[in-house]
Every structure is written in structure tokens, then in C-alpha cells.
């Protein structure tokens, strides 16, 4: 069974004045989260992946499609106990301590008094708060303010979790963090679907991917799905004593050259040529630094996919 | 279009709560109607503060005062019987309502009318527009209600003549007023005040019309002055001598005239030396003003 | 029930949190100036002044904060997009908006009451005598504030803030209105002008029903039926606009 079905969700905002144009944000989105699954969410900014989580939430109406959150429809608030939700950039009550926070989000959830003062040590040390239990959230910094979004997401140990854009404003020590405890939550059979434009993060922990450029689904499945096939290899070679551009072979092979004073980096289009670039390299009596071959990646799929669109 | 995924009859409950609502209001209001007509609108407001206080208070919205507070007078003034208690009250409003909106003419003037009026507050309606002609020196109206109170409510001819004086040396007031003023002063045995009025008018007004009206009541003054001016020479002439002059020329001999007046209308003084009155060949009837006290 | 009081008393605790009862300070200072000064100026009447002035601040402070807070209390929850958060929380948008509502009210009748006692406590110290009117003329007090916040919470679900803060001022004023126009039109208008009047006197709320300051400092008491009815008015009226807003808010996109 799907935690999350969106079939085919269109959402245009309708002009305020019969003068101005209509926006389409969202056009024929479908995809699906299975239970369990970590999703990942890919699109730059402004390609909808918002718009799409505050559909998922009731926030916003769609246009046309339909959209099944955890066996409901979504919008309805009885599925919510069962829901956590960090928006992108958020901003909290700061006139409330740490703590306070969380008390006020445990009690929205439903939970008792006393689940929720066990809960709130656990969620803090978690998300790395501990010192920060009695402070106002006016006095944290930006990677504080996202570590306490999570943990008011946590709450109440939701089954399905949506994260908008959780690791931004967090350093990379902070971004792995986020990392492990996303891969905790699957341990734990949590279902999450989060969005980033950053694809390291992706590359790493889905389990599924979806790609979003200006409102439409580009491509959807697994990060090996998506890049076999889609992507040639490629290798980089790099050599001191040359210059790329004078060697015959490399002038014509080399898919990009880069040189900077005597050393020279070229980009090969597969294995195929490998042999007769460094046969003429050596010809010309360079020095070999590095050969690194190079797996299709998600960040040129990406790439590739919204410039084709663009 | 698939259907939009959301619990879409959420809002009929809260229609239908809407709508007993707003019967439960219209049922509370009506009642509330009911109770509020057995309370008299001056008990609901029967503590005016003080003007200058409310002046204060008011911050910058003075005016804004002023008008609303404008407004209850004008409905207390409507109620079909005012009570001399209602009279006071609007009194004490208007004076309130004029010092906050020290300009407020029109307040002044309806107030004035009104005290004396659907009230009897002469007394009161005088202060008023004192107040006012104080605050408004530029308005002609305001001394000219004072000069008709003055001569209806308590026929001081004298000071009804001094206030119309006022008002018609007003720039803007109608040259009718200075006739007014000028038969005013006149009954007020002031005909010398009459003359120059009229004269410092006419000598003003640019409309040859209103000229040609001046003039005429001009002459008129001119002709009541002279005629007051024998009147008293005559009288002397009869404690000095024991007996009427027989001709006009005998003032002028005993040296109580320095000479004969010229008849302004080219007419002459005619001498009764009977009645010992004199009147002019051109002018049948002398400039009075003839009134009814109240009550009267 | 239980998530909507979370919500009244997270909106309390932010209310007390943003110094909002700092206004007390200053109705004390001018409650106590005002008895003092006005004691060496004016005879006889200072007892009225005093109850005047009072009345009217507490008034004043009531309205200013129903309005100005009234209209943040939902937008700037969106303008800040903690609603966000809030209604993917397993609670209705109409308790939220309720929720909302109520802990703002928790705040004006409590500080109604403070001020009130401020207001009591200066009178009694001061020797003035202290009618039982008074208490009629604040419990109507916060009935008129009690409504007009449910307005801007009305309006602050549809509009911005400074369009919500001038229609609700535009209510009160007109509320005030109503009763004096019906009286003028219907003693010199046409029958349209008249009809317009009377729809005007029952679609706006007559805030002129609620305000017995000017009577009660005068130390007239109301009528206890009329004192109920004109309560059960104002809360009915405040009712229906937190239906419309409830209304308005369930359709809104965030």
C-alpha cells in the first residue's frame, strides 16, 4: 500500500483580475511513495516541489487530480496524527523556549502530558539541542531553528514524514546528520518524502527519486533506474608537460579540455579511446597524474533533463 | 476533473449555525429596541464633560467632535416636546460643541434660533452668540440674531441698534441690514448713528441699486436726525422761554441751531407752531419700528 | 477541544510575551495622574472626571488592542508560515481559528480586568464613591471588545493587515453611527434614505447599545434586561462572524 498517490494533480492559481495571465505551478504531476520508502524529491527552485508538499497536506487545493495521503484524502486532518512536516525556510513561534515548542506541537498531535515530557529529551538530543532545551527560539541560529523543525516534525513519531528542503542552512557536518537520521527513520519503517536541489544528498539515501523542472514530472524510479542508460560514462585523465590542444588525438577525442600552464585535464567520452589518447600522451612525453573514470551521475542527469526542458 | 480531494461538506453546519445566528441577533435587537425606547436619549448622555476638557481629550479630532455632538443636539432639538430640562442640556452642548469648534457658525446660529424658539432661553442664546461674534468677528449673522433677540425677546432698542450696527458694517451683509439698522438706531434715538451707518455703506457698496436704496433711506436718517434735532431745540427753547417758537428761524435766533437744515429730498421742514411738531414736505410717515413682546 | 485550547494558550503566552500588558503601566500612570491633577483643579466634579477618564481609557486600551492584535492574530501566522506547520497538525482549521480567537479574548478580559481594578483601587483610595454601575458599564465593555476583535479576525482572513485594521476601525465608527442615523432619517428622510438607515441599523452592529460609560459614570444604573440582552446581542453578533470566519478560512489556499 502507498503512503502517498498523487495522480495526476494540476494546480493553476487563477488570476485575481480577468487581465492577468493564469499561473500553472503544477501540470499532470503523478507519483507515488510506497510505505517504508525514503523519496526524494529533486527540482529547482521554483519547480513546484512546495506546492506539490502543501497539496499532499491540505494547505492548498489542487486544480484537478487526486491525492491520497496515508489511505485519505488529503486535507483530512484525522491522518494527520499520523503526519510531520517541516516547511522550507522555517520560521517559529520564538517567543517560546525550546521545550515550550515542543510541548505546544506534542499537544497538537494529541499526545498526554506525560509521552510528551518523555519525548521531548529523546527528540532533542536527537536533532543535537540538548544544551538548547531552555532557550527562545528568537536567540537560535538559522541550522538551529532547522534542527528543531525536525524535531517538531518528530514529534509524535509520525509513520510518514515530509521534509521541505531539510538540509539547507545546515553546515556539512549538520547535513550528514540530517542524512543519518533520514536513514534512522527508514530503519524505524518510517515512509519519508523530502525535497532538495542538493543531489548528493539524494544520490545517497533514496530509495526513489522524482525530478520536478517547472511543474512537470521529468523522471521518476530509483537513481540507478535513472542513470543507466540515460548517461554515458565518461573518464578524466589528467598529465603535466603538454598541451592538449597540440596533440592530434585529444583535439579530436576529448570531450573537454582544460590546461593550466603545463598541466592539462581532458574529459574522454568512454573506454573506447582511452588507449590511443594515452598512447599519443605518452608519444608526446607527458607525465600521467590521474585517470578517473567517472559513472553518470545524478547531478548531470539532472542537468541534462532541465536543459532538454529549458 | 477528478474531484478535489477534500471533506467538501465541512462548511453546511457552520452555514446553518450562521444562519441562527443572525435570527438570534435581529430577535436581541428588536428587543433591545424596545428597551432602549423607554430610556430618554438625554438620561443616556446626561453628563456632558466640560468643553475645555473634552477639548483635550479630543486630541486632534476637535471638529469631529463638535459635529457628532452637533448631531445629538439637532435630534434633541427634534423631539416633539422639549422640556426646559432638554433646553438646558442643549445649551450646555452647544456651548460645549462651540468651544471645541470655536468656528462652528452654524451651531451658533441654529442653537440661537433655537433657544429662542422651541425653548425660552433668550438669555442663554445671547451668550451664545456673544461666544460666537467673539470667536467669528467676520460674520454678519451672528450680530444680526443678537440685534433681533435684543429687540424681540427683550426690546432693548438700543442694544438690538448696536448689534445690527455691528452686523451691518460686516463686509458681505446685505445692505438690508444697514436700512435695518439705520430704522434701529433711529427708534433708539440715535438718528446721528443712523446717518453715518448709512453713509460708510453707501459709500462702500459698489451696486449703483443698492446705492439708489441707501440713498433714499439715507435721507431718510438725515431727515430723522434734523427732525430729532428740532424736537430738541424746541424743547429747550420752551424751558427757555416758557412757549413755542412761533417760526423755525427763531432757534437759530436764540442760538440754539447754528442754522436751518436743508430738506434732504429738496422738500422743506414744516412748522406746526400749535402742536409743535415738525415734519418734512416729503415724507408721510417717520422710520419706527413697531414690534409685539412676547405675550404681549 | 483539547487541541484548540493549545492553540488559545499558545496565543495567550505569545500575546503577554510581546509586552503587550506595558499598556497597563501607562493606564496607571494616567489613571493616577489624572486623579491627582484634575483633584487641584476642578471642584465637585472630579469624582466624574476620574470615572470619565477611566472608563474611557480602559475603553480605548480595549478597542486598540482588539483591533491591532485581532488582525495579526491569523496573518501573521501566514505572513510567518508557522500555519503551516500548525494545520499539518492534526487539528481543523476551524479550531484553529477559534483557538486563535480565544486566546486573545483570555488576553483583553484579563486585561480589562486589571485596568478595571487599577480603576477601582484609585477610586476607592481617593475617596470617591464607586457605583455599581461601573461594573455594568465594563462587563458591556468587553462584550464591544469581544466583537469587535471576532471583525478583524474576519477580516484578516481575507485581506492584509492595514486593510483589515482600517475596515474594523470603519466598523466601530460606523457601529457607533448606526442608532443616531436611524433616529435622523427617520425624522426627516425619504422613505429610501429610511430603508437604507434601517438596513444599515441592523446589518452593522450597534455598538451605541453597548456604551452606558457616559450614564454610568453619571452613576445611573441600566436596566439588569437590558444589560443581559444587549450581552447575548453582542456575543450572538460575535458568533456569526466567527462562523463567516471560520467560513472563509476553510476555503482559503495557504
Known sequence: MNAITIERVTKVYEPLWPWHRASTVLSDVSLSVAKGEIFGFLGHNGAGKTTTMKILLGLLRPTSGKVDVLGAPAGDVATHSQLGYLPEAPYFYDYLTAEEFLEFYGKLAGMSRDAIQCRIPILLK??????????????????????????QALIQDPALVVLDEPMSGLDPMGRKEVRDLIINLREQGKTVFFSTHILSDVEMICDRVGILAKGKMLALGTVEELVDGQLAESIEVVCDGVIGTQIEPVRR??????????RCLMVLPGHECLDEILEALRRAGARLVSIIPHKGSLEELFVHKSHGEG | ????????????????????????????????DATRAGI???QRMSYLPDGTILKVAALGYREVVADVLWLQVIQAMGDKRVSTETGQWIYRALDVVTTLDPK????????????????VMPQESNQLLEKGIRHNPHEWRLPFLLGINHFFEFGDNQKAAEAMAMAARIPGAPEIIARLAAKLLVSAKSPQQAVELLAKVYEETPDDNVKTLLEQRLREAIVERDLAMFEDAIGRYQAQYLQRPARLEQLVQAGLLRELPQEPFGGQYQYNADTGEVRSSEIKERMRMTFRKRGQ | ???????????????????ILYNLVLFAVLLIGSSVLLGTLTIGEQARIVNDLGLAAINVVAVIIAIFIGIGLVSKEIERRT???LLARPITRSQFVLGKYLGLALVILVNIGIMFAMFLATMMLSGHPVHASLFQAVELMMVEALLIMAFALLFSTFTSSVLSATLTLGIYVIGHLTSDLKTIAEKNASGVIKSLTTTLYYAFPNLETLNIKGQSAAGISVDLGFQVIATIYGLLYTGLLLVGACLIFQRRDF
Open chain 2, 1 to 32: 476533473m477528478t474531484p478535489v480531494a477534500r471533506p467538501a461538506k465541512q462548511w453546511i453546519p457552520l452555514a446553518v449555525l450562521g444562519m441562527g445566528l443572525c435570527a438570534g441577533i435581529v430577535a436581541t435587537q428588536i428587543a433591545l
Open chain 2, 104 to 119: 462652528f457658525v452654524r451651531a451658533y446660529e441654529a442653537g440661537a434660533h433655537a433657544l429662542c424658539s422651541i425653548v
Open chain 1, 126 to 151: 536527537q536533532v543535537g539541542l540538548q544544551e538548547a532545551q531552555d532557550r527562545q527560539l528568537r536567540k537560535f541560529s538559522k541550522g538551529m531553528l532547522q534542527r528543531i523543525g525536525l524535531a
Open chain 2, 40 to 42: 430618554p436619549k438625554l
Open chain 3, 1 to 19: 477541544m483539547e487541541r484548540l485550547l493549545a492553540v488559545a494558550v499558545n496565543t495567550f503566552r505569545e500575546t503577554l510575551r510581546d509586552k
Open chain 3, 83 to 85: 500555519i503551516y506547520t
Open chain 1, 253 to 262: 577525442l576529448a570531450l573537454r579540455t582544460l590546461q593550466s600552464g603545463a
